[in-house]
């Protein structure tokens, strides 16, 4: 159970801070030329991408370890975590030459494990188990109650918490003006809890708001219920902060300091991603960008102020890029999938080609096999148009020279079956 008197105070967040002070690179907060000409304001990036662990997680990992007694230390730790949480843990383990199991799902990419294994060395044992992080986190209490290790929460502990908070203290030292609004990620809220605490006792004026993923909205369905709630499903692209439930402490102290909360569809974040690569050169996981992606919800209420958007992590494997492209155009709505039926006639396609496809259009996915004794032949067909207003005109074309087609972009299960 969590203590819900719990608060963190700005001393303890100053002795995490001084636990940290040569360990954790104190980040940049870096104004960002970009962001603050399209959104008419000032856009400044608190820029914990850059972390040696390539994430923040490194100061909850290493504020909880580094307070653990000489005979916890001895029994060693104990974690679970998919990614950023693991690599915080592993590098302090190594640090602190304390002897640490991480249990990873069987799902994490091979590229977290071994950058687990590699921020460890010999101090860490990986222990990849069960096909969700619930199982994983299952595993490693268990393991907990056997052997007596210290269980590293990856956000719902105090020590946690104080660590993360630690981001809020640098945000303010290093802003030369009064902070309007923070935009700050949300998954499990350890982050939230400890920046929202630190920044609302020292500059309560400054507005929070917490980014969630539209397809794991779990701190907003918990404050809708007025209590913690497991989401039964939901949408783990945004690795970094798609948790189906949020942290009990967490959420009593985002209740006090978080001041709005908006979600962020998936495809947006993907979106912004690519803009920061191609504009600023600037690589960030898609948890990284969930800040970033929420400014065009508040363009108008921003103008004019100065905003920070809290970069959390840039821990991207590039095997995703595709997905990542892809996910992009759907939602910006330049590429569309089809399941069209041709006559089993030569020339369909060519005329599908020739009067259908606009100008600019690409087909970039084409699937058909030829069906024995059947007048029509279904074909899979990905079109991706220059423009989102392109799409009408393909649709009306269709219908105007008799290809009979279903449109799979809005059938989720089917889309998700065939692509």
Do not use: W
Not at 95 to 101: P, V
Not at 106 to 113: A, G, H
Not at 271 to 283: F, M, P, S
Request: proline residues 4%.
């Amino acid at each position: 159970m969590s203590d819900t008197k719990y608060f963190p105070q700005l001393k303890d967040i100053t002795t995490a801070k001084h636990n940290l002070c040569e360990i954790v690179l104190h980040t940049p907060l870096q104004k960002n030329l970009n962001l603050s000409e399209e959104f008419e304001a000032n856009v400044f990036l608190k820029r914990e991408d850059l972390q040696i662990v390539r994430s923040y997680k490194i100061r909850g990992a290493y504020n909880k370890i580094a307070q653990l007694s000489d005979a916890e230390r001895e029994k060693g730790v104990v974690c679970a975590s998919a990614g950023n949480h693991a690599q915080g843990v592993a590098y302090s383990c190594r640090l602190l030459g304390i002897e640490g199991k991480i249990y990873m799902p069987t799902t994490t990419p091979k590229q977290k494990i071994k950058q687990v294994k590699m921020f460890g060395k010999t101090h860490v044992e990986v222990i990849i188990t069960g096909d969700t992080y619930d199982d994983a986190h299952r595993a490693a209490l268990e393991d907990c109650q056997k052997t007596g290790m210290s269980f590293i929460h990856p956000f719902d502990d105090p020590q946690i918490i104080e660590g993360q908070a630690t981001v809020g203290l640098e945000i303010l030292q290093d802003s030369t003006e009064t902070i309007d609004y923070l935009f700050v990620p949300i998954g499990g809220g350890g982050l939230a809890a400890g920046v929202g605490a630190c920044i609302k006792q020292i500059s309560p004026n400054t507005k929070i708001v917490g980014v969630e993923p539209a397809g794991a909205p779990s701190m907003q369905k918990s404050l809708e219920a007025d209590h913690v709630i497991k989401l039964e499903k939901i949408d783990k692209f945004v690795d970094g902060a798609a948790v189906q439930r949020v942290g009990d402490t967490t959420f009593e102290i985002c209740k006090k300091v978080v001041d709005e909360y908006q979600s962020v569809p998936e495809g947006k974040i993907c979106t912004k991603i690519l803009e920061l690569y191609n504009r600023d050169a600037i690589v960030i996981e898609p948890a990284g960008a969930l800040s970033i992606a929420a400014l065009d919800f508040y363009r108008e209420e921003i103008k004019g102020k100065n905003v920070v958007c809290i970069v959390s992590g840039s821990n991207n494997d590039i095997t995703r890029t595709e997905e990542i492209k892809e996910r992009s155009l759907l939602y910006e709505g330049l590429k569309h999938y089809f399941i069209v039926r041709f006559p089993q006639r030569a020339g369909a396609l060519r005329t599908f080609v020739d009067v259908v496809l606009g100008p600019t259009d690409d087909v970039t996915h084409f699937e058909y096999s030829k069906k024995t004794n059947r007048e029509k032949g279904p074909a899979v067909i990905g079109i991706e148009v220059q423009n989102p207003e392109d799409f009408h005109g393909l649709v009306k074309r269709m219908d105007e020279n008799g290809f009979i087609y279903e449109y799979l972009n809005e059938k989720a299960d089917l889309f998700q079956f065939l692509i």
